[in-house]
Nanobody, 117 residues
Framework: QVQLVESGGGLVQPGGSLRLSCAAS????????MGWYRRAPGKQRQLVAT???????DYADSVKGRFTISRDNAPNTVYLQMNSLKPEDTAVYYC???????????WGQGTQVTVSS
């Protein structure tokens, strides 16, 4: 069983920064891709950013130029550096892991990010 544990959420003022981390543990086979999603109150879950084992990245248009995803393959940890945060970035952020290259197999429990003055 694989566990994903997120950390680094919190309350930050508009324009501030936060760094989220997600560590994968358990029976770890090579992870093809890791990603971050978010769900804001009353809204559907949204893809934020993804990164493959080779380092290829993809971002939602709303976070391009402000957020950076990175990962350490050993250990299996993914990071999300969030700069120039806006109130609309407020959401629960979830980490996900894809072992097969075709679907998100495991999810973390989520970490709350609140951007407010």
């Amino acid at each position: 069983q694989v566990q994903l544990v997120e950390s680094g959420g919190g309350l930050v003022q508009p324009g501030g920064s936060l760094r989220l981390s997600c560590a994968a543990s358990g029976s770890i086979a090579p992870i093809y891709a890791m990603g971050w999603y978010r769900r804001a109150p009353g809204k559907q879950r949204q893809l934020v950013a993804t990164i493959t084992s080779s380092g290829s990245t993809d971002y939602a248009d709303s976070v391009k130029g402000r957020f950076t995803i990175s990962r350490d393959n050993a250990p299996n940890t993914v990071y999300l550096q969030m700069n120039s945060l806006k109130p609309e970035d407020t959401a629960v952020y979830y980490c996900a892991a894809d072992f097969s290259g075709s679907a998100w197999d495991y999810w973390g429990q989520g970490t709350q990010v609140t951007v407010s003055s």
